[in-house]
């Protein structure tokens, strides 16, 4: 101990294997490839839940009743529409601008517009958590439709929440097999342990800031390309290489630059990410139904060629790696895909937010300082 401080002299670049939280919220087995919410497997949960069912879990810490869900169900049906002050301010931000940057900056706003200052109370809380898992699928839609000069379409609360965000996003109804697949995908990115986007959410909730700062600083995380951002560049990856018999030079180059392939690799999962085989699985049976998606035969090879050099280092596919090329396939534009990511592990955030509330304590490490000590300050004029 030093002045009341606790000296570590251990570094961890990255905080690798540090923990931060004592957590009931999910837990992945990086070896074994397992991952479970509130000690369900995911893969359960997509073949009997829906994502609304699945944040509730994630939230309140156990699956609802029948009544519990049709009641959060429709609160977030209500809610999901966003005030017109609000699409005005949306209106006010450059059209090129990244919908990820957009989505951030009005998630910041929506505090404002809904104080949620009053943290130590249950009922401001639960509708924090309805309005924000409600409105970031409007907000999104309603920017993916502004930038081009389109008016935002309204809601429609006769829609489950991805049909509904489907045809926000086209004006038409959606095609209810893709909404599901949508779902599914929601499911699987809904939360993840204590990654980059969570940890960051943490941090700011330790200081006990609302929940829409909250969520605005843990998007702001989840945008790089480390993150979030993977997906979008997996597809680009992919649209680069444009052809199948390209993508051994492509790789091999890559790696031999010592460049990351997008999609690959993960600091926990030392096997294939259970997410991963979901949605690629997800993906050939898309690619069955509609034998159009030219992306899936090359992700597939780069899988392959990935995989023959890489194994050594245990580096697999990851959530980012098909789920973009299926988001492709239902129409969303490649630089919304991270927004739909935000869109699900909203839910997480929000988890770990109540968990952090119930035992806080402010983040504040330490740092193990290298600089020099008892320099003397240099006149201006002296300085070169
Ligand atoms: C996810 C990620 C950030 C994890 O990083 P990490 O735990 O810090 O792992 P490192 O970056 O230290 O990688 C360990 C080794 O594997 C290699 N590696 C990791 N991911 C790789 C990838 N995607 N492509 C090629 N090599 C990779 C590194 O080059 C390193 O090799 P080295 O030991 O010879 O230097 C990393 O795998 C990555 O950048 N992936 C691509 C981006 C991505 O898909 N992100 C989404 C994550 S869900």
Same mark, same amino acid.
């Given at each position: 101990?030093?002045?009341?401080?606790?000296?570590?002299?251990?570094?961890?670049?990255?905080?690798?294997? #540090?923990?931060? %939280? *004592?957590?009931? #919220? %999910?837990? +992945?087995?990086?070896? *074994? $490839?397992?991952?479970?919410?509130?000690?369900?497997?995911?893969?359960?949960?997509? @073949? @009997?839940? !829906?994502?609304?069912? #699945?944040?509730?879990?994630?939230?309140?810490?156990k699956l609802p009743t029948k009544r519990q869900l049709d009641k959060f169900d429709s609160d977030i049906r209500f809610h999901r529409r966003i005030k017109y002050r609000i699409v005005d301010l949306m209106k006010t931000l450059p059209e090129r601008g990244h919908p990820m940057d957009a989505l951030q900056a009005t998630v910041a706003a929506l505090g404002m517009f809904y104080p949620a200052k009053e943290i130590s109370d249950e009922e401001t809380n639960y509708w924090s958590i309805v309005r924000l898992i409600a409105k970031l699928p409007t907000i999104v839609a309603a920017f993916a439709r502004m930038r081009y000069g389109d008016e935002a379409v309204r809601p429609r609360d006769d829609l489950n929440h991805t049909e509904n965000f489907l045809y926000m996003l086209t004006e038409t109804p959606p095609d209810p097999y893709m909404a599901k697949v949508l779902d599914t995908s929601l499911i699987l990115h809904a939360e993840h342990t204590m990654n980059? %986007?969570?940890?960051s959410g943490l941090v700011t909730a330790s200081t006990l800031? /609302?929940?829409?700062?909250? &969520?605005? !600083?843990?998007?702001?995380?989840?945008?790089?390309?480390?993150?979030?951002?993977?997906?979008?560049?997996? &597809?680009?990856?992919?649209?680069? +290489? $444009? /052809?199948?018999? @390209?993508? =051994?030079?492509?790789?091999?180059?890559?790696?031999?630059?010592?460049? =990351?392939?997008?999609?690959?690799?993960?600091? &926990?999962?030392?096997?294939?990410?259970?997410?991963?085989?979901?949605?690629?699985?997800?993906?050939?049976?898309?690619?069955?139904?509609?034998?159009?998606?030219?992306?899936?035969? +090359?992700?597939?090879?780069?899988? *392959? &060629? %990935?995989?023959?050099?890489?194994?050594?280092? @245990?580096i697999y596919p990851n959530v980012d790696f098909y789920s973009g090329i299926i988001y492709d396939r239902m129409g969303i534009e490649t630089d919304l895909f991270t927004c739909v990511f935000a869109m699900s592990r909203v839910a997480g955030w929000l988890a770990h937010w109540l968990e952090q509330l119930s035992n806080n304590r402010i983040f504040r490490p330490s740092a193990i300082y290298v600089g020099k000590h008892n320099l003397n300050y240099k006149p201006l004029k002296n300085r070169r």
């Open positions: 101990m030093q002045n009341g401080e606790m000296i570590m002299t251990d570094f961890f670049a990255g905080l690798e294997g #540090v923990p931060a %939280s *004592k957590s009931g #919220v %999910s837990f +992945i087995d990086g070896e *074994k $490839g397992i991952l479970e919410y509130r000690g369900i497997r995911i893969e359960e949960l997509v @073949k @009997k839940s !829906s994502f609304i069912e #699945v944040a509730y879990l994630l939230i309140f810490g980059a %986007s969570t940890f800031a /609302d929940p829409y700062t909250v &969520v605005s !600083s843990a998007i702001g995380t989840l945008t790089g390309p480390l993150h979030g951002g993977a997906n979008e560049r997996t &597809v680009e990856m992919l649209r680069e +290489i $444009g /052809d199948v018999g @390209k993508v =051994k030079d492509y790789i091999e180059e890559k790696l031999k630059k010592k460049e =990351k392939i997008m999609g690959m690799g993960h600091r &926990v999962y030392k096997t294939y990410d259970p997410r991963a085989r979901v949605l690629k699985d997800i993906a050939n049976k898309m690619q069955k139904r509609y034998k159009d998606i030219t992306l899936l035969e +090359i992700a597939e090879r780069i899988e *392959k &060629v %990935s995989s023959e050099n890489l194994k050594e280092k @245990k």
